[in-house]
C-alpha cells in the first residue's frame, strides 16, 4: 500500500475513533444524568413525609437561622432537608409577636412576626375544600390551601424554588387582637358570633371579611425570605392583559417565542428554562394568574425563577386551562431534568406522592380528592405536548441538558 494510501487510511480511521468515542461519551454522559435523575426521585419519594418535629441537629442555631442558610441563588432549601420538619414545625407554633396588614398586593393577607423575629405571610381561608370556583381562570379569593400544596408540589417536581409554607390555626382573639397594628386592627369586626377582618389590599373590603370560625381562623403561613436576599420583581412575558378583547401577544402570535428568545435575559442563561418549568407547574396546580415574577437582585438572569404567591390555584378541578402552557407549546424546549420527573410521575404516582406530602400538615387534608386527580390528568396532557414538540423537532433540540452546580456555603 502506498504512503499516502496509508495515510488516507489512518486519517478516516481516525476519524471514525474520534467519532465513536464522543458518541459514548456523550451516551455515557446521558446515562449518568438519567440515573441520577432517578436516584433524585427515589430519595424525593423517601423524603416526603415531613413530620413536624420541633427537634434540631445544630442546637446551637434557630430554625430561623438554619433556614435562611438554605437559601443560594437556584434553590429556596437543599435536596436533603433534615431539619425541614422543624422549620415547618416552628412556623405553625412560635408565638406571633406582632401581627400587620399584609404588604402590597391585591388580595387579603396579614404579616406576622414570629418569636425570634421571623417574618411569615398569612393568607386565610375563604373556601371550604370543595367549593368551586367558577369563571375565569384567575376568578376568586386566594386560597390559603393552594399555598400549601403548590409549596409541595415543588418539592416532588425537585425545583425547590418556592418559599416554605405550613398550614396554622391562629386564635384571633388571644393571639392576633393583643398584638395588632392599629392599621391591621382597625379592620376587625364581629359577624354574627365569629371575628373577622378584612385586611388592606387593593381588592379588600369591609364587606367582604375573612371569618373565622368563631375566634379561630385555619390559614396558611410562608416563611418570608431573608432580607440579605432582596428580590426584584419582573413582567412575565407570558402574563396575560386582564382586559376583555384585549390580547396579549403571545395569544395570536404563534412565533412569540422567537422574540422572547431574542430578549435578555431570555436570550441567554437560565431564565427561559425556568420560565418553561413554571408554566409546567403553573399548568399543573390551575394558576393562571402569574402576571409578573421575582428573581433575586443585580442576578443577570442567573438566579431562579422564585415560585412566589400561589394561592389562585386550585380552584376548578374540572378547568384544564391550556393557555398556561403556552411557553411550553410555544418555545417546544424543556430541561431533561424536569422531562425525567415528570415521566417518573406518570401513572397516578403524582397523586400519590403529593397526597403523601401533605399528610403531615396540621390543616390535612389540603386539597380534595378531585383536584388531586386533576394533577394526574394535567401530567398526561403535558407529556402529550412535550411529545408533539419532539416529532416536530426530534428530541435533540426540544429536550435541553441544564443543571447548574448549586453551593451550599
Known sequence: ???????????????????????????????AANREDQRAFQRMLAGLRVALDPRLEHTLQSPWEIAAQWVVPREVYPEDTPE??????????????????????????????????????FKPKRYARDYIVEGEPYA?????????????????????????????????????????????????????????????CYYCRETEPACADGDIME????????????????RHPWGRTYREGKLARWEYDESYCDAVKKTSPYDSGPRLLDIIDTAVF?????????????????????SMLILLDNA?????PALDERSILAPLYQCCIIRVST?????????????????????????????SD???????????????????????????????????TLSHL
Open 370 to 404: 378531585p383536584h388531586l386527580d386533576a394533577l394526574d390528568q394535567r401530567l398526561l396532557s403535558i407529556l402529550a405536548t412535550v411529545k408533539q414538540c419532539t416529532d416536530q423537532f426530534g428530541p435533540d433540540v426540544v429536550l435541553v441538558e441544564d443543571r447548574m
Open 312 to 316: 389562585k390555584s386550585f380552584g376548578n
Open 282 to 302: 403553573d399548568y399543573l396546580i390551575g394558576n393562571a394568574d402569574r402576571h409578573h415574577y421575582e428573581s433575586f437582585q443585580d442576578d443577570e438572569g442567573a
Open 84 to 121: 425541614l420538619g422543624a422549620v415547618m414545625h416552628a412556623m405553625t407554633t412560635k408565638k406571633i409577636i406582632k401581627a400587620d396588614v399584609g404588604y402590597k398586593g391585591t388580595q387579603l393577607k396579614a404579616l406576622l412576626i414570629l418569636e425570634g423575629g421571623q417574618k411569615v405571610v
Open 140 to 200: 376568586g379569593y386566594d386560597r390559603h390551601n393552594a399555598e400549601v400544596a403548590a409549596f409541595h408540589l415543588d418539592r416532588i417536581l425537585g425545583f425547590r424554588r418556592a418559599p416554605l409554607v405550613v398550614g396554622r390555626f391562629v386564635n384571633l382573639r388571644t393571639e392576633i387582637k393583643p398584638v395588632a397594628t392599629e392599621q391591621l386592627l382597625g379592620t376587625f369586626m364581629t359577624v354574627g358570633n365569629n371575628t373577622c377582618f378584612y385586611g388592606k
Open 219 to 234: 390559614g396558611s403561613v410562608t416563611l418570608w425570605l431573608p432580607d440579605v436576599w432582596p428580590l426584584q420583581k419582573h
Open 339 to 367: 422531562w425525567n420527573r415528570l415521566n417518573y410521575l406518570k401513572n397516578g404516582v403524582l397523586k400519590s406522592a403529593l397526597k403523601t406530602a401533605m399528610s403531615h400538615d396540621p390543616i390535612s387534608p389540603v386539597l
Open 1 to 31: 500500500m502506498k504512503l499516502k494510501q496509508r495515510v488516507v487510511l489512518l486519517a478516516i480511521l481516525l476519524v471514525i475513533f474520534i467519532f465513536t468515542k464522543v458518541f459514548l461519551i456523550d451516551n455515557l454522559d446521558t446515562s
